[in-house]
């Protein structure tokens, strides 16, 4: 279900979905937090389950900020070692639970942490779900500014449209081309595909390391929780 921008079920189901997460933050040390509108809601009911773990990572600057205005205490990825469990929004999964991400601009943060823990849940509204990825949303791709319009090429040998996000630097000082219309019949492919290309920093695309539950919030309020096909 494709809503319009002032479609009001679509903030609830965001909550839903990221309440639902809520309660399977259980036998959890160290937490990976993810980035968004979606994920703002994991956080703000997070601060009334915090002595259910030791505290955090954060995707994005802005995650760290919103969870240390909760009282979590944010932790660095390189002081935990691996994360119990993961959770996070997407712009875009498909019926095998692959994504696209990284309209927020956080992709490579989120793909570490989704890729170092043991658990990830996606916390999703219905307007996230595609038959296809290849028909949904543009793929970010993270680049070192040196090497954009490099990459660009590469990407338009690759049939994809990129356009630069102007005025936008990541948390890690680089750009990120938005693309279009890319070929994406073999999602995994690609998303090595791409990563191959030298000053590429990472892809919107996870088919490698996909979620191992989502729960999926649909326009009647109430909360799937979906199985891979
Ligand atoms: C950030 C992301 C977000 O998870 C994605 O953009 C979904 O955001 P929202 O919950 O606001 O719809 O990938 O980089």
Request: hydrophobic letters at 40%.
């Amino acid at each position: 279900m494709q809503p319009t921008s002032s479609s009001p079920w679509v903030e609830k189901a965001k909550r839903l979905a990221a309440e639902a997460a809520l309660s399977m933050v259980q036998n959890v040390r160290y937490l990976g937090v993810g980035t968004g509108s979606t994920t703002r809601y994991f956080i703000e009911g997070l601060g009334k389950i915090q002595d259910q773990f030791d505290g955090a990572v954060a995707s994005s600057e802005q995650t760290a900020s919103l969870l240390r205005q909760t009282g979590i205490p944010v932790l660095d990825l390189n002081e935990t070692g691996d994360i119990d469990l993961y959770v996070d929004g997407a712009d875009a999964f498909d019926p095998h639970f692959r994504l696209i991400k990284g309209h927020g601009g956080a992709l490579t943060r989120e793909k570490i942490l989704a890729t170092a823990s043991r658990r990830f849940i996606l916390i999703v509204d219905e307007t996230k779900r595609f038959d296809r990825l290849g028909d949904s949303v543009s793929v970010p791709v993270e680049v070192i500014p040196f090497a954009r319009s490099y990459v660009a090429r590469q990407i338009v040998r690759m049939g994809g449209t990129p356009a630069l996000r102007e005025r936008y630097l990541t948390d890690n000082g680089n750009q990120i081309l938005d693309v279009l219309s890319l070929p994406l019949a073999d999602p995994s492919q690609v998303e090595r595909q791409i990563q191959c290309i030298p000053g590429v920093v990472e892809v919107g695309i996870f088919a490698e390391r996909l979620p191992d539950l989502i729960l999926m919030a649909t326009s009647s309020l109430v909360v799937e929780r979906l199985k891979a096909v």
